[in-house]
């Protein structure tokens, strides 16, 4: 079955350190991967993706994450934490699933900025 | 372009009510998905739809149904409202991978938020 999974359900970072979420999944085929953040009452916002093409991904707010097949992982990380970073992340995998395409998501790491 | 179009936002509900959550997306796009978010369980798709007139169970389908007459139209039903079912929908859209337009994959709604009393 395919299958995400973000290691820690909350991470705390100070504001200017390097902030690193951790995802790793289970495909059989090559998957398309994504990363999604969420603002607090807000919906889901795209962050950045992979989809076979450069392992080392970029995305908005200066977000990158890293794809590794080797160790099945797409961590995503920011170098320097801005307190507008504090939000949920959601990690996901797009696989066929009985002939159609789902997203299957982790269960999401709530992101929390100190001062 | 609006996207994908959710209403109403908030909506609270008493047990054994029915309702009908609206997903409107302009994008064309032939898959439509329903999920349904739950404090630290991530999204958990419930419903999903390949095109008009197909639509198919995800993970967590108890408890509601689906219709897709139209290629911009995905509504979800709820005919007996039970507290279990309070949670945040979102329903999402794509089109299919390789397409022109598929640079994003997913479009989601902006979700609305039911609680059932």
């Known amino acids: 079955a395919q299958s995400v999974t973000q290691l820690g359900s909350h991470v705390s970072v100070s504001e200017g350190a390097l902030v690193l979420l951790r995802c790793n999944y289970s495909s059989s085929v090559p998957p398309y991967l994504f990363w999604y953040v969420q603002y607090p009452n807000q919906g889901l916002q795209l962050l950045l993706k992979y989809t076979s093409a450069a392992t080392l991904v970029k995305g908005i707010n200066g977000f990158e994450a890293e794809f590794k097949k080797s160790e099945t992982s797409f961590h995503l990380t920011k170098p320097s934490a801005h307190m507008s970073d504090a939000a949920e992340y959601f990690c996901?995998?797009?696989?066929?699933?009985?002939?159609?395409?789902?997203?299957?998501f982790g269960q999401g790491t709530r992101l929390t900025i100190n001062p | 372009n609006a996207g994908v179009t959710q209403t109403p936002k908030f909506r609270i509900l008493k047990i054994g009510q029915s309702m009908t959550l609206q997903c409107t997306q302009d994008?064309?796009?032939?898959?439509m998905y329903w999920y349904r978010q739950d404090p630290g369980m991530g999204l958990k798709l419930i419903y999903y739809s390949v095109g008009a007139g197909i639509t198919d169970k995800g993970e967590v389908p108890n408890g509601y149904n689906v219709s897709r007459s139209t290629t911009e139209d995905f509504p979800l039903r709820l005919e007996l409202a039970a507290p279990s079912q309070t949670s945040v929908y979102f329903c999402?859209?794509?089109?299919?991978?390789?397409?022109?337009?598929?640079?994003?994959?997913?479009?989601f709604g902006s979700g609305t938020r039911l609680t059932v009393v």
């Open positions: 999402a859209s794509r089109t299919p991978w390789g397409n022109r337009l598929s640079s994003d994959g997913y479009t």
């Open positions: 994008m064309n796009h032939n898959y």
């Open positions: 996901a995998v797009s696989v066929r699933i009985q002939g159609a395409q789902k997203l299957v």
